[in-house]
């Protein structure tokens, strides 16, 4: 099969002869799109290897067609379409994966829409939802929140009438996110904007940057806050105010899905389509699609996202 290779910072595309054999509790699936999230970025610049045991193939999210299923496997049959949440392998024609993670696709979904739906949403849901534990009152500061997984929150946290706001990098960008849903945008680059959250606060910040970045969210979070980190695209240090953070009763939580067992992904993804299904089903709640790239176009795709130029998921067309 064709799969992704990592060679000198950069993806190519490689003919592979091994075909691992079926677990009873897995299933196979024949990839039709897979998912660009910031985590494989990371992974080609060899700065975020795969847990123990999983491929070094890039791709944490993808759909297609279920060519073959494990005996003990009973949700599912050949040829059904799917979505599925990977730890890796994504960027190949098959991949195998554990049948609890791995969900239908939803009606009327498309499978483009199905590769950019389960990582994004599933770290929002994740992290904000049942680590941060939002409440229906409190106020959410989104970073990067014209990206797959901002875009993802910023529709969850509507549907549950929680007010968000969004921080991207341009105007158009904030244009966007209101549009989508977000009660307030702010240009990152702009000090006036920074300034418009003095009086209010804000009640849990999803921060996916690190860095110098957590300072200055302790400034505008609440008593009993939390900041969920999720990402390092700042670096990996920065100022911590722990005086504030004492007397303020604030949190400061870390978090990564990819690593999580099958079991608690298989968890979490019940648990959001309990928790949204109807919405998913409605359409209410979609995954927001950028572009659809061809395989061969991946590393301009990921240039693209280096650059910080996406409205949404970026789709790689398998």
Wanted: aromatic share 6%; hydrophobic share 40%; net charge negative.
């Amino acid at each position: 099969m064709n799969a992704a290779r990592i060679v000198d910072g950069r993806i190519e595309w490689v003919n592979s002869e091994q075909t691992q054999a079926l677990e009873s509790y897995q299933v196979r699936i024949e990839i039709s799109h897979a998912g660009i999230n910031r985590a494989d970025l990371m992974q080609v610049a060899g700065a975020y290897p795969p847990p123990p045991g999983a491929s070094d193939i890039p791709g944490l999210e993808c759909s297609g067609r279920i060519i073959e299923v494990g005996h003990d496997v009973e949700a599912f049959s050949v040829g059904d379409e799917v979505c599925a949440l990977l730890a890796a392998g994504g960027y190949a024609e098959q991949v195998l994966v554990d049948q609890q993670q791995v969900l239908p696709l939803p009606k009327g979904w498309s499978l483009e829409q199905g590769a950019g739906w389960l990582e994004t949403f599933a770290t929002a849901f994740l992290n904000v939802f049942q680590l941060a534990r939002v409440k229906a009152h409190e106020r959410v500061l989104i970073h990067a929140a014209a990206g797959g997984v901002g875009t993802s929150l910023i529709q969850l946290c509507r549907e549950k009438n929680i007010e968000t706001i969004a921080v991207v990098g341009t105007d158009e960008k904030q244009r966007f996110c209101r549009k989508l849903g977000a009660r307030l945008s702010l240009n990152r680059h702009h000090e006036r904007d920074w300034q418009q959250l003095d009086d209010d606060g804000v009640d849990v910040i999803l921060n996916p940057i690190g860095g110098d970045s957590i300072a200055r969210d302790q400034g505008f979070l609440n008593t009993e806050g939390r900041i969920v980190l999720i990402g390092l695209m700042g670096g990996r240090e920065g100022q911590v105010d722990f005086g504030r953070m004492l007397m303020k009763r604030q949190r400061i939580i870390g978090s990564t899905l990819r690593a999580l067992s099958s079991q608690r992904k298989g968890a979490i993804l019940r648990e959001l389509w309990d928790e949204f299904g109807e919405a998913f089903s409605a359409h209410r709640v979609m995954p927001i699609l950028d572009k659809v790239v061809a395989a061969d176009e991946v590393n301009e795709a990921m240039d693209y996202i280096r650059e910080n130029r996406t409205f949404g998921k970026v789709i790689l067309k398998m």
